[in-house]
């Protein structure tokens, strides 16, 4: 089992910024890829942006170069700078964990708004 525990969201204004973090425990030697989704109301959920245990990333095409993902490896947490907010990126976002199976946490709210 692995458990996540996300912080970090919050409201800002456009063009402001936030980071977010996510922490794992449990059996973490497992997991492959770390990474961030979210979910817009009436939306499916999306992928933001992943990280691989050999430093490999991923984004979205709609945050590439305003998101960067980062991860500690002796902390085991996963971090998402997220720079130039835009309303759009309004919606819960979802530290993603995968094994042999998915983990989630329980999502984080991040509004973006004047």
């Known amino acids: 089992q692995v458990q996540l525990v996300e912080s970090g969201g919050g409201l800002v204004q456009p063009g402001g910024s936030l980071t977010l973090s996510c922490a794992a425990s449990?059996?973490?030697?497992?997991?492959?890829?770390m990474g961030w989704y979210r979910q817009a109301p009436g939306k499916q959920r999306e992928l933001v942006a992943r990280?691989?245990?050999?430093?490999?990333?991923n984004y979205a095409d709609s945050v590439k170069g305003r998101f960067t993902i980062s991860r500690d490896s002796a902390k085991n947490t996963v971090h998402l700078h997220m720079n130039s907010l835009k309303p759009e990126d309004t919606a819960v976002y979802y530290c993603?964990?995968?094994?042999?199976?998915?983990?989630w946490g329980q999502g984080t709210q991040v509004t973006v708004s004047s």
């Open positions: 449990g059996i973490i030697f497992s997991i492959n890829i």
């Open positions: 993603n964990a995968r094994a042999i199976i998915d983990y």
């Open positions: 990280i691989a245990s050999g430093g490999t990333t």
